[in-house]
């Protein structure tokens, strides 16, 4: 017989490790596993060594923006220094992780868990039983099943890479291609992105994602569209890829850029009766699996909503309220911004600024003339905005343009709050600021 505890997680990422943290100050004895780096994803391997590594995009095309108006050069990116910068962010988070854990009381073990029955599991020999389970386990990259595909690199090797080559492949045209595809291009590579369809960033207003596309192919990124990748060969010191048809490309590197797969694999679930498919763990509206002592949250769910770090903290504090008895409500999310941190940021929330529903009064804003924008002579700003005919209340909107990931969360607050444009009109905004154009977008 092993271990007892009220509640035991699995997996030490945004979701678990917070959830760890709040159970156990509410009174309860809990335990957590993690098999790899304490932290999970984001600290690590996602959001925040990825905006570090942004930050030299945002100088870089500041700098190019103004040639001519104050600066005669753009100087280069010294790769490797700026890795050690973003190693100062990351290097610390595992040992403070599991450090903040401990403090709070949640006993944590090291070990891969799997599960031996519906009420318990083995972390290494160890066997731990609890009265309720919350499996917060992510996901990780996804490999294409292609000839050669051990030449694949993912996203963990990309924000540690220690050098930025000369040619750089991303197979694959999601939020993370397009974001590493400005990196790259900023740290000097020639960078080529390969997709599958006509439809990269395909949940994103296209017209704004054509945009985008145009302003990366300006710096120099080729995008290579209609292209299935279906083999990758060494060649030379770096590898060549080709498709079934007369498509070539010779690369030092090549990135997989194709998603995330959920870890559910090595969890046994199971022999706990948890049902999952290929997106994840399927769950209720009380983020109940069908083991009702065993709950999921954050990446490794199945679920319509983006799999982000914020969606993974409103989880983690729903479940938290539910298993204290906080709530009996069903989950009810907000609505959700999704970014592509690229050189311009392209932002979305809400109804999609696209649609033709007649319910809707869809607004584009050319604004690349606006003050705020032309201060800095960005090349260009859009924004979108959707309001409900007969509110007349914002419901959505979408923008490109380098303030975009600040910008949204005005629009996330005005659609959240129901805030009418007449009430953002007579609010005094600091002027002249991003916010300060609110009313002239909204009115
Ligand atoms: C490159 C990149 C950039 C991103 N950028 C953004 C961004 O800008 N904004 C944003 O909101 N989101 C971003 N994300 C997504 C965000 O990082 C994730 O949504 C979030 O980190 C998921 O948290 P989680 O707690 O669900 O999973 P994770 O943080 O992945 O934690 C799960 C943990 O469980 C552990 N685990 C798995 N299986 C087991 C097992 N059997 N036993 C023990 N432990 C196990 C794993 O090792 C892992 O540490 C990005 C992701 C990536 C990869």
């Known amino acids: 017989m092993g271990k007892h505890y009220d509640m035991v997680i699995i997996g030490s990422g945004v979701s678990g490790k917070a959830a760890a943290s709040s159970l156990a100050s509410s009174g309860k004895h809990v335990a957590i596993i993690e098999d790899d780096l304490w932290g999970g994803t984001c600290p690590n391997r996602g959001c925040d060594p990825k905006k570090v590594l942004v930050s030299a995009v945002e100088a870089k095309d500041q700098l190019q923006q103004l040639q001519g108006k104050g600066f005669n050069i753009v100087p280069d990116v010294n790769w490797p220094d700026l890795m050690a910068f973003k190693e100062t962010f990351t290097s610390p988070v595992p040992e403070q992780s599991k450090e903040s854990l401990e403090s709070a009381g949640v006993e944590t073990f090291y070990g891969k868990a799997a599960f031996i029955d519906h009420h318990s599991l083995k972390v290494n020999e160890e066997e731990l039983t609890a009265e309720q389970f919350v499996i917060a386990a992510g996901a990780r990259p996804s490999i294409l099943d292609i000839e050669g595909k051990e030449h694949f690199l993912t996203s963990r090797e990309f924000l540690s890479l220690k050098e930025m080559p000369e040619t750089v492949t991303l197979v694959g045209g999601g939020y993370i291609a397009f974001e590493f595809a400005a990196l790259a291009n900023a740290a000097g590579a020639d960078v080529h992105v390969i997709q599958h369809n006509d439809r990269p960033l395909k949940a994103?207003?296209?017209?704004?994602?054509?945009?985008?596309?145009?302003?990366?192919?300006?710096?120099?990124?080729?995008?290579?569209?209609?292209?299935?990748?279906?083999?990758?060969?060494?060649?030379?010191?770096?590898?060549?890829?080709?498709?079934?048809?007369?498509?070539?490309?010779?690369?030092?590197?090549?990135?997989?850029?194709?998603?995330?797969?959920?870890?559910?694999?090595?969890?046994?679930?199971?022999?706990?009766?948890?049902?999952?498919?290929?997106?994840?763990?399927?769950?209720?509206?009380?983020?109940?699996?069908?083991?009702?002592?065993?709950?999921?949250?954050?990446?490794?769910?199945?679920?319509?909503?983006?799999?982000?770090?914020?969606?993974?903290?409103?989880?983690?504090?729903?479940?938290?309220?539910?298993?204290?008895?906080?709530?009996?409500?069903?989950?009810?999310?907000?609505?959700?911004?999704?970014?592509?941190?690229?050189?311009?940021?392209?932002?979305?929330?809400?109804?999609?600024?696209?649609?033709?529903?007649?319910?809707?009064?869809?607004?584009?804003?050319?604004?690349?003339?606006?003050f705020s924008y032309h201060r800095t002579n960005e090349p260009i700003s859009k924004i979108k905005i959707v309001t409900d005919k007969d509110s007349g209340l914002l419901v959505g909107a979408a923008c490109l343009n380098n303030e975009a990931d600040e910008l949204i969360n005005y629009f996330s607050q005005l659609i959240e709050q129901k805030v009418s444009a007449s009430e953002v009109a007579d609010h005094i905004f600091a002027y002249p600021t991003i916010a300060s154009d609110l009313s002239s977008i909204y009115s």
Request: hydrophobic share 35%; glycine share 6%.
């Open 204 to 370: 994103f207003d296209q017209e704004l994602v054509d945009l985008l596309m145009k302003q990366l192919e300006a710096k120099g990124v080729t995008f290579h569209l209609n292209v299935s990748i279906s083999k990758i060969e060494a060649a030379g010191d770096g590898f060549s890829l080709t498709d079934d048809s007369d498509f070539q490309l010779n690369t030092d590197l090549v990135f997989c850029t194709t998603g995330r797969i959920p870890n559910t694999e090595a969890l046994n679930l199971e022999n706990a009766g948890v049902d999952y498919d290929k997106k994840g763990i399927t769950v209720n509206e009380y983020l109940q699996t069908s083991n009702p002592a065993i709950f999921a949250i954050g990446d490794i769910l199945s679920k319509s909503q983006p799999k982000l770090t914020p969606v993974c903290s409103f989880e983690s504090s729903y479940v938290v309220s539910y298993l204290t008895g906080k709530t009996t409500d069903p989950i009810a999310y907000p609505s959700i911004p999704t970014m592509v941190f690229s050189g311009p940021k392209l932002a979305q929330i809400g109804v999609q600024a696209t649609t033709d529903d007649d319910r809707y009064e869809v607004s584009a804003i050319d604004a690349t003339k606006w």
